[in-house]
């Protein structure tokens, strides 16, 4: 019953033998590896983009700052979401790696909207030098809270940047899980929906840790590269990011762990709209469920063993019935078993 | 024949069995990992340093930066051999990731001198506000020209560094293979010879991507996991790190693997003595040999699949017997048949 | 009738004699000149504080970013209203000269409100390495929109800042107008309230462009030294900045003029109030006024030779009764004649 | 007998005359003044270059940091003399305002020579993304040692620099004096001669505090004034930079007090050369002497009130004849009757 985190399960068995099987001979380091090739080219047709360029770093906050950076100007400021990662989880990453940037946040919800969009990027016209540029939107799919935007939203926000002459990042840490529950392809979902460049996850989904980092216009590839190397980045055994990265593309085994995981969430919400005094916070959509319970439960939860994160409230406090949000995320390797268990925990505890 | 570097080679058998060892089961991440915690005492016991601050990440250069970071300034300057890495391969990281700071480059040769450093330290006297104010001494052992400093060196340096109030930090990327050179222990060449923080390294040795750092005190630690962090080197799924260095620590792993990466370089040298018209350009004390040669004859070394980099001088010209020096690094893996197979090249050949 | 800022108007006479007065001889440079420990006197004892740090920069933006940067670690995160100067007005000078460290806006209003305080540091309570790690708290005085904090209010907040272990800044480009209103002594409204550090304006009050930066606790002078120099914002020639800043504390010179800019604009609210179609954004409580009207008496007034700042909305547009805000900046150079002009003006257009 | 600095002595009287006569009026700030007009017209007509684009700022540190950051990537290097104001003299604000770029150390000399740049450059070839990005050239005139580069010499650096595709920046912190020196326009010992930006000095040959930054392409225009911004550079109330600025343009004011500076240090010299015992260490091009002699002389010279700064070796010490070095300054203000003063004063001691 391990809900903490989607980087808590084991890695994806096909992504370990991977690993085994290009742990052998010499081979150039630094990107230069043959396996890097095969990712390449297995990036470039998914997306369907065959000039996009393609790298590969080991965690998302990496992926994100170093697009991030790529695309901002110090003097800028990034358009995101009050709840994105690159605001909320990252220790300022986004700032130090483009020199200084701002964040300014949009909104009050999991998603950007339209209107607040429009209101922030107008909040910093006609300032001169005085106040921060326009810089790039960075919007997180799936969000933070479990939610999914849809094309047609993601259009939207796109052509409001683009109208204002701003780059789209798109945060797809969990970008297998969206692509599954939209059903569309990963063109449709980025490049063909107004967005320049993706964190493409691996890590959550099922790699040790792997990310790749995707311009549809290669004009930003040779600054990238610098970026990459000068944080640190780059790594000399490239290898064994290809190999994960390589396992992880191959067969669409990477949507296939993510239907795997969003369908294990699917069947724990189900479940768990039956158990009485249970509501959710957030639509759930995707392998993330923000649920609320009594503080009681939560507590007869976590005594028989449950591990999860408590996010809106607190396990303290003299009321057993005050409601309490849980984070609850499910990855491919939870098993409907697990799942159920807990479920039948939740509805004979009080 | 493959002597280009110690990161084209495989990973130990061992590293990788405690990959897969690792890969079960959920754990919490970001290095709660209960693995991390039997690296934090192995690595303790190995340098003597109960009290010793204990971090992974991925690569060298983030080790250097970082650690490096947490000791300086932005308004300082380094102190380190005009051939560091730090210096000439981390496309200018450790300005990155002090925010600024500069790096003095002390001498001419492989080493940082005495003479040379205090002269350098002098230079920066008196200038109020106005100069870089002294930082760290960041030395590196086995040098980038494969020569080993003594112990003696190496306090004779720190003497230099602590009456002037510096900190002092090792670049270790290649730390083992020193120490099986000196057979001295990790606390006599790190803080009982007056080093303050160690990048210790892995990759290099036989890992896939995992390097130590280490503070002696560890006053530092809360703004080093902050910088980590900060720098996008925290890893979630940490225990993917901690397997590989608690493998490469268990049983001396680390001094076996450089010991035979040292033979075996010891073995190159003595075949390329044989070699008429080859010469050393350093004298060869670790895994790597700087060796100059006829230009004729490198190429017929390249032309029968010899791999190694050009270092001074270059392939192209007219003169045949023009001497170019190249750089030959051994790993665990190379095997004593490929060497003896490059020297009976290297004899027949012009 | 220029109201447009309190940047426009030529500087006090005693400031340029004593400019003028100090360009004889030769002095030494870079802080070391004897006015400046005159003008480091008259602070001290102006603000009751015998071991203040105190320095000079030429710009309100530098005082600002150079005392947060000192008060401010790369990983923290700055609270400050949404109105901030820090925020809005600086081209995100705050977060280069921090290295990369995150403004939190709190609440909406041009004020930092206790509550809202509370909650946006308790927002960033808990999160380990993950989230920003709270900074300072930095509040305006006079607030960017003209209204002042009470002693009271400042305490309330300081004391919630010093409960969550935050140093407190003040940007108090417009300090001088605060304390002819409110009446109180430097000291009550600084140290004595809870501040930390002061940004002590000159330039907007009849200096030609000078800057006090004061720390009531000297153990930030060296790391300010350094940071001052290595920005850029040491002068070589300092006994310019000294003069000024002598002159300006001389005689009180500083509040005479700050009294009569606050005189001034109460005129302007006194006769706009008689004004119909006229009504106030905020309460005028220093010397600058946001006052709505008809967009058609905008115009008129315009036209008529008015200089100010649309605030909020525009003069563009079809209906002439929209009602537009402006803001109107007294400063101590303006006469009573000006403004009855532009009060007639006001009352005689539609 | 002040000899210590060209920013001790007084601002020219006709600069103090500029400042009085602009201060009348209400005018827009922050570069907006009508005199900003004046100026940018007379930088284009000095300089022949109708296009130029023309910014002041305060410090000479900051105008060569904000040059310098506007043509150089963080990822890069800046070639420039290891003596050079840049390297030596600013606290690391190239590194802090390009956002860690590096400097690379040409030779040993006072000047750039063209054999040490080229392979200083070329010692940055090929390596990828590993090694520091090949940025500007910056070479500095006058030099730090009072020598000056004939334009051939300027002529030759630029053409190494532009056929490895870097742009060049002049130091032009005593740009005057060289003028002066050389007998050649501006036009020629700038972009005619392949330098692309300069920092045109005013502070030290008159003016309080007053830089002008010219860039010869204006496409660095936009991006030069947010860094200026971002810098806490501009000045609300720019038209003090301004009409300093004017008033030492007009009427070739410039020119006439560098010329009255050059021609005080050459009799400063033509004495020295009749003291025994006294030597150049560098020879004397313009404002600036290096001069050589026996410890006691100096210390009888600093008994009888000479002020100047020791720069090789030191006061302290048993030997009375021991030579020292220091730098003598002469600026614009400086009396034939006190430079007469000092030589017989030098000539009378031992």
Redesign the interface.
Known sequence: M?F??D?????LPLV?AA??DA????????GADPIMNEVQAQIRETFDAPEAAVYL??????AN??ALATLT?????IFCSRVAHIQ??????P?????????T?VGDGDKVSPVALTAAIEAEEN???????RGPLSITQVTERGTIYTLDEIRTLTAIAKAHDMPVHLDGARFANAIEALGCSPADMTWKAGVDAVSFGG??NGC??VEAVIFFDPKHSW?F?????????????HR?LSAQMNAYLKGDLWRRAANTANARAARLVAGLKEVSAVSFAHEPQANMVFASMPRAKHKSLFEAGA?YHIWDGSLEGDDPNALVTARFVCDWSISEEQIDQFIALAQSTN
Do not use: I
């Open positions: 391990f903490a985190s980087n808590s399960g084991p890695a370990m690993l085994a742990n052998t001979g010499y081979v150039m380091g630094y770093v080991s965690t998302g906050t990496t700052a170093l100007s110090p003097w800028e400021t909320e989880d990252e220790c300022n990453a700032e130090f790696y483009t020199g200084g940037a701002k964040l946040l300032r001169g030098v005085h106040g921060p540029q890590t959550k040790l840790g600054e590269e610098l970026r990459r190397k000068r944080g640190g980045h780059l790594f000399s055994k064994y591990v």
